[in-house]
């Protein structure tokens, strides 16, 4: 296992969505697939996801169901909402231009 | 309780566990025990209670939430000082409920303007005089009351209306009425009584008021000649004639007359006299008095010296008061029969405001209105004073913990809105219980005052006097709740935190002096009260002169069905001695006007130089004996005897007459055949000079006084019976003994002294509700202190000794400082009137003080009996 990272500051809301976009996901699986998806680099941490699923939920951009997960338990398990997917695709674009802007500071 | 905040939360309990039990799982596969795996997935986790917050502020009920919060909170804190927030709610309970209740009888008895337009504009005509205006009035009917050394009266003749109608007409519209009398009825084969009063057709024009059914009266209705006419309130017409639609234009008989119902009133106008009980406004020419034959009232109609009119005014907007009584000086002493004899005996006019309607109760104790909206505020003060103390005393304590709330990380504003909610929930409580207070007062109130059954009240909680109360004792709730968090705010947090056990010496704080002034304020209120009840207890037991038990009276009145001439001499010597003789019956006599009824003929007496203004009052031989008036000297007059005269004690004494005298009244010799003792006649209140005259056999109606040697009201079957076998036509009226008929006549007096009173109980529970709360706050926050002083040697006597020492210092402070109040109150008191002069006896006030001493010990002793009951080692280890 490599060095962890801590996540930059607000980014937390827009993996979350991301992930939700790839299929529903309860809150534990939706931290195991970030650090899976970042490599085992991104630890997010796992009790602070669940106020931003709130905040995003009460956004309406992911809606939640209780479903039998997998060990026979209900779990509550969140969707990416239309919305949910429109503010995904600004994030994105937002974060890439954010991304490439460093960049470009830090090559000049 | 279902709330939306509540299920969330579990619903985060649900999602939070997956998660962890979730995570165990995993660990629990690398081989850890089911306890160690929930342990790591906790850690790894991260503290779950702050998440679960961080979730709900995230939620859309975060803000409902914290107030349920601040409201769990504020019920816990309100319950940790259990002594304090019950005084509190108590406090704003009575404080509001039981002031709404009373300002709302007020209101109803003594301050609500009539239901009519413009009331402002309505004015009552009086008239005053230093001496009687002799030659111009032989005869009045009524209302007289003395301004200082001034006769102010109600009374007008007919034509000194006519006259001053006509001049002001542009300027002010005038209307007149008569006193009410009990008729007797019957509609629809049904037979009752009801009161009548006689009025001038322009009356209810003049009121501007709007017939409800059918028409109300009109000028034309005073025509001689005008077929009768009735007008029935609302009040009436639904009671007794079951509301019935088509009432208007059917016919209802009113002593043996035929009259048609001209119309209803609307049913907000209960009469022109505040709790008035008149059922029938009938116009003057045809009202049954004015057609009675030979009936003094129709004499009047044509004699300018009979004084019968009560006179009412609806100044045209812009006209002022006194522009009136300008207008009205020249018509009114044109219409007078003869030149006043002296300046002294010259009427001169006042105009009195009636927009409240007319009432005796204004001009007998100057102005209540004042007097009650003074103890309102005086309650109120002590009430908020209350609630000031009792929350100023608890903020210490909260100033801590506001302090280590701050320090530990909570915003001022969120520190704030938790104060808030506190002072909102310990006023919501007291508010809600304040109503159902009022409420519940007001109906009791109805049942409790003397003498209300004849007053038509219905009292129902008054919103403006509830919200009034309401708004200021809950300010001051805020206000004072709000304190302590406003402190911290400024003060910082520091200086708060450092205290510990204090050893406090009584100190002189706000808290105290609130104490100290509400008791000084409750002085002046149970003072207040005690003089009010005293001075109606004087008026009611005072020896009125004769002897007033075992004495039956009601009215006669053959004239109503037909009597007249020698059938109605025959009448009354038969009546007088039918009654006489009746078993059980001592003594039966007949009077013209009945005692005790506030009304009564005033003239002036001569003898030789001396004279003197006396009530006249006409009776049968035996009336004297039977009213229980001894003769001092002289006899009683034979029947029909006339030129003669007995004369009070009092009178003969200031006329200088005896036994023998001739003295001169309304141009008349009468010789003096006997001299009675001084007594009261007409009212408790003045002191009358009396002369008794006999009676006149051709009076259309009497007052029979019998004099009963078993209780009177045993007696009224069989009088019923000796009458009927006169006549079965001819009704008892007014059944009363002579102790109801005292205290008939003091019934807006009983109604004040009993507001008094209970304003005076009202603030001497508040006074003692705030004494306890304060103390025994005081005793349980000194705890560690006491015991310290305990575990230091003192013994249980010399703490108890202290705390009540300390209380007892404020409550001795406080009624000091209220005896000052009372002594000033009472000077002003008398210079507005209000009370006679030396109405304030010491032993009133040393009453007062001890009443609030006594419940000032009381409320001091439970703290102090458990300061001393503290103990050491466990009031230490809590410190």
């Known amino acids: 296992m490599g060095k962890k990272s801590d996540l930059v500051q607000g980014t937390l809301d827009l993996l979350v969505l991301k992930t939700l976009a790839l299929q529903p996901a309860h809150g534990y699986a939706i931290a195991q697939r970030i650090l899976a998806s970042s490599r085992q680099v991104l630890d997010v941490q796992q009790g602070s996801l669940y106020p931003a699923l709130h905040r995003l939920e009460r956004k309406g951009l992911v809606t939640s169901e209780w479903r039998e997960g997998e060990n026979g338990r209900m779990a509550k398990v969140y969707s990416l909402t239309k919305p949910g997917a429109r503010q995904l695709r600004e994030e994105m674009d937002e974060w890439s231009r954010y991304i490439a802007a460093i960049q470009w500071v830090l090559e000049a | ?879």
């Open chain 2, 1 to 879: 309780m279902r709330v939306p905040w509540r299920r969330e939360e579990s619903e985060l309990d649900r999602e939070l566990r997956y998660h962890l039990e979730t995570m165990a799982d995993g660990f629990e596969r690398d081989g850890m025990t089911r306890a160690a795996a929930m342990r790591r997935a906790r850690r790894e986790f991260g503290g779950v209670e702050s998440i679960k917050d961080a979730c709900r502020d995230e939620h859309r009920w975060s803000w409902l939430a914290q107030i349920g919060q601040d409201l769990e909170f504020g019920w816990r804190m309100m319950r940790k000082t259990p002594s304090v927030s019950i005084a509190a709610v108590l406090t704003l309970a009575l404080g509001i409920g039981a002031t709404t209740a009373k300002l709302t009888l007020a209101d109803t008895l003594l301050w609500r303007t009539l239901p009519v337009p413009a009331p402002e504009q309505l004015s009552e005509i009086l008239w005053f005089s230093k001496d009687r205006p002799e030659g111009l009035n032989s005869g009045s009917s009524g209302s007289m009351f003395r301004d200082g050394t001034l006769r102010v009266a109600d009374f007008f003749s007919m034509a000194a209306y006519r006259n001053m109608r006509e001049t002001v007409k542009g300027k002010a519209r005038i209307a007149g009425h008569l006193y009410n009398q009990r008729v007797s009825i019957s509609y629809a084969g049904r037979v009752s009584v009801a009161e009548e009063r006689p009025v001038t057709g322009n009356f209810f024009t003049t009121l501007g008021l709007q017939p409800h059914q059918g028409r109300l009266l009109q000028d034309s209705d005073d025509a001689a000649g005008a077929a009768p006419v009735v007008v029935l309130t609302h009040r009436f017409w639904a009671s007794k004639l079951g509301g019935e639609r088509t009432a208007a234009g059917s016919a209802m008989r009113i002593n043996n007359r035929v009259y048609t119902i001209a119309g209803v009133l609307p049913p907000a106008f209960t009469g022109i006299i505040p709790g008035e009980a008149t059922d029938l406004y009938i116009p003057i020419p045809q009202s049954p008095r004015m057609l009675t034959a030979d009936s003094w009232y129709r004499e009047g109609e044509g004699d300018a010296r009979k004084w019968i009119i009560q006179l009412l005014a609806r100044r045209e907007p812009g006209v002022s008061e006194d522009e009136l009584r300008a207008a009205l000086a020249a018509p009114y002493a044109a219409s007078w029969a003869a030149r006043p004899k002296s300046a002294e005996a010259t009427p001169q006019l006042r105009i009195s405001e009636a927009s409240r309607g007319l009432g005796a109760m204004r001009r007998r104790f100057g102005d209540p209105v004042w007097t009650l909206l003074g103890l309102v505020t005086l309650v109120l003060l002590i009430a908020c004073a209350n609630i000031a103390n009792l929350l100023l005393a608890r903020s210490v304590e909260r100033e801590k913990e506001a302090a280590l709330r701050v320090s530990l990380g909570c915003e001022e504003l969120r520190l704030l809105r938790q104060f808030f909610t506190e002072s909102l929930l310990l006023a919501c409580i007291g508010g809600a219980l304040s109503v159902g207070v009022a409420a519940g007062l007001s109906a009791l109130m109805v049942t409790l005052i003397p003498g209300a059954e004849a007053l038509t009240l219905a009292p129902q909680t008054d919103p403006r006097a509830l919200a009034g109360t309401g708004v200021v004792t809950l300010a001051a709730a805020m206000v004072f709740g709000l304190y302590p968090a406003w402190r911290t705010a400024r003060a910082g947090v520091a200086p708060a935190l450092k205290e510990g056990i204090t050893l406090s010496r009584a100190r002189w704080t706000p808290a105290r002096m609130l104490v100290m002034a509400q008791m000084a304020l409750g002085v002046l209120l149970v003072t207040a009260a005690i003089v009010f009840t005293t001075r109606l207890n004087e008026l009611a037991g005072k020896d009125a002169g004769f002897e007033r038990q075992h004495v039956l009276l009601f009215d006669l009145r053959p004239g109503e069905v037909g009597y007249k001439g020698d059938r109605l001499q025959q009448f009354w010597a038969a009546a007088e001695e039918r009654l006489g003789a009746m078993s059980g019956v001592e003594k039966a006599g007949i009077a013209q006007t009945r005692p005790m009824l506030g009304g009564g003929h005033w003239d002036s007496v001569h003898n030789g130089d001396n004279r003197a203004e006396v009530a006249v009052h006409h009776g049968t031989p035996d009336f004297l004996a039977s009213l229980g008036v001894p003769l001092v000297a002289g006899r009683v007059a034979r029947p029909n005897e006339t030129g003669v005269i007995i004369l009070g004690q009092n009178l003969a004494r200031e006329l200088n007459a005896g036994l023998g005298s001739l003295v001169e009244m309304n141009k008349r010799k009468l010789t003096v055949i006997g001299i009675a003792k001084t007594a009261q006649y007409s009212s408790m209140e003045e002191e009358h000079r009396v002369v008794y005259l006999p009676f006149s056999s051709e009076q259309d109606s009497g007052t029979v006084l019998l004099r009963t040697a078993a209780p009177p009201l045993a007696l009224v079957g069989p009088v019923r019976e000796t009458v009927g076998a006169l006549d079965k036509s001819i009704p008892l009226v007014d059944i009363y003994t002579m102790e109801q008929q005292i205290s008939r006549t003091l019934q807006r007096e009983r109604l004040f002294a009993w507001l008094c009173g209970s304003f005076g109980v009202l603030a001497l529970v508040l006074c003692a509700v705030g004494l306890y709360g304060l103390l025994s706050h005081t005793t349980a926050r000194r705890t560690g202190e006491i015991g310290i002083r305990m575990a230091l040697g003192a013994t249980r006597g010399r703490v108890m000794q202290q705390v009540l020492a300390d209380g007892l210092r404020l409550a001795v402070a406080g009624l000091a400082l209220g005896t000052l109040l009372a002594f000033w109150a009472a000077r002003v008191a008398e210079s507005q009137k209000l009370l006679p002069e030396g109405q304030m006896p010491g032993w009133t006030l040393v009453a007062a003080i001890a009443v609030l001493g006594t419940s000032a010990v009381l409320a001091v002793a439970g703290p102090a009996l458990r300061a001393s009951s503290v103990d050491p080692i466990h009031a230490l280890r809590q410190g």
